[in-house]
């Protein structure tokens, strides 16, 4: 099959560039994919390690929010009598971390009640939680500290 002087036609090239015979990787997928599917998988699993990094990061930044909120919202010093501000702050804070795996404690929450520097009565919240990957492949991280603080001026 020979183009003549004017330029060939697609079809004729497409015929003269053909293979011979029949095609020999039937099984050249499967190979390819049983090399890259174990690099996927764990690029999948440390995807979903990094998004619970987040969300639990979020969570706890809550506990410390919601037991700041709790422990300032006395109107008088003279509800001191009535409610236990001290464990009604860390009691918010480890219901909001219930949703954690494994839960909140109560003794990962910690509050302290002071002055603050506008010389009004404040209240901080520090939630410390350790977090657990599912990954634990040598040198990626098993445990990670993770830490969230929150302070609020009390009600006056």
């Known amino acids: 099959m020979k183009c003549s002087p004017s330029p060939c036609t697609v079809g004729q090239v497409r015929k003269r560039f053909r293979l011979r015979g029949p095609r020999r990787r039937s099984g050249a997928a499967a190979v390819e994919l049983a090399l890259v599917a174990p690099v996927l998988a764990l690029l999948f699993v440390i995807a979903i390690d990094l998004s619970r990094i987040f969300y639990y990061q979020v ?12 422990g300032c919202s006395l109107r008088s010093y003279q509800e ?8 009604g702050a860390v ?3 480890v219901a909001e971390g219930a949703l954690l795996s494994p839960p909140l404690q109560s003794n990962q929450v910690k509050v302290v009640y ?12 520090t939630v410390s939680y350790t977090f657990s990957s599912i990954t634990n492949f040598p ?5 990670f500290p993770m830490q969230a603080q929150s302070s609020m001026r009390m009600a006056p």
């Open 59 to 70: 969570v706890i930044n809550n506990c410390a929010r919601n037991g700041a909120y709790v």
């Open 80 to 87: 001191v009598g009535q409610v236990d501000p001290y464990n």
């Open 91 to 93: 009691n918010a804070a």
């Open 114 to 125: 002071g002055t603050g520097s506008d010389g009004n009565a404040n209240v901080q919240v």
């Open 139 to 143: 040198g990626l991280f098993a445990t």
